[in-house]
């Protein structure tokens, strides 16, 4: 049976792709200010600017392409039971080829009811005033907005219980609850951390591995550490 690697990524995985992160700039998302366009407060506030936002985003994810980290974390899946769980919204792992990929900030590529939360569509155009579920009722972006509950996290949590390698790959361990999942590993359970730039973790029982490296050099040691483990 293959060993089950559960993969935590953030940000600085799409980064290497040429998708930009906030984070880095000073609380600016792509020239705006986040609380403008990803809580709820800014959608019933200028719900047209929101909309033009996300549509923006889904034209720069046409033009991007999947890195090597990407890659080989989808190349990992022929040796590893690999469980990814990222915070990114882009579709950049499932088109390298990843086949388990949790979402806990939602989907650019999806959009949902305004009223019913279950009515998800799959949306790779702009959304646009008028564009309706069965009740007529507004589509908004698939997208976990600041304040919002995250509903796949009680998955995201079995599914680091039961982890035999845990790596954290792009994330500044900074943004919660996705940062807290470590705390659900087993002690056991060795953490892999890839970052340029790592914090330290607190309170980290488990055995550490730091990679100091971005994303796609990190992945290549990782590959080699973890196929020296078979």
Do not use: C
Not at 188 to 196: G, N
């Amino acid at each position: 049976m293959k060993k089950k690697v559960m993969v935590l990524t953030g940000a600085g995985i799409s980064a290497e792709s040429g998708i930009k992160t906030f984070r880095d700039s000073d609380g600016l998302w792509e020239g705006h200010n986040v609380l403008d366009v990803a809580t709820p407060e800014g959608w019933h506030k200028n719900p047209a600017l929101v909309l033009d936002f996300y549509n923006q985003r889904r034209k720069q994810l046409k033009e991007v392409t999947p890195n090597a980290a990407h890659i080989l974390l989808a190349e990992l899946e022929r040796d590893f039971d690999v469980q990814i769980i990222t915070q990114n919204v882009d579709d950049l792992h499932e088109r390298a080829g990843s086949t388990k990929v949790l979402h806990l900030h939602g989907e650019l590529l999806k959009v949902r009811s305004t009223v019913n939360p279950n009515y998800i569509l799959d949306w790779s155009e702009d959304l646009n005033f008028g564009d309706f579920d069965t009740n007529q009722n507004q589509l908004r972006p698939h997208i976990v907005w600041f304040g919002e509950e995250v509903p796949a996290l009680e998955r995201a949590v079995e599914l680091t219980e039961i982890a035999d390698y845990f790596a954290v790959i792009g994330t500044s361990l900074q943004v919660y609850p996705a940062a807290g999942l470590i705390d659900f590993t087993k002690a056991t359970t060795p953490v892999y951390y890839i970052d340029p730039k790592p914090i330290k973790i607190p309170n980290l029982r488990n055995p550490l591995h730091l990679i100091p490296e971005i994303a796609s050099k990190g992945m290549q040691q990782l590959q080699k550490e973890l196929m020296d483990l078979i």
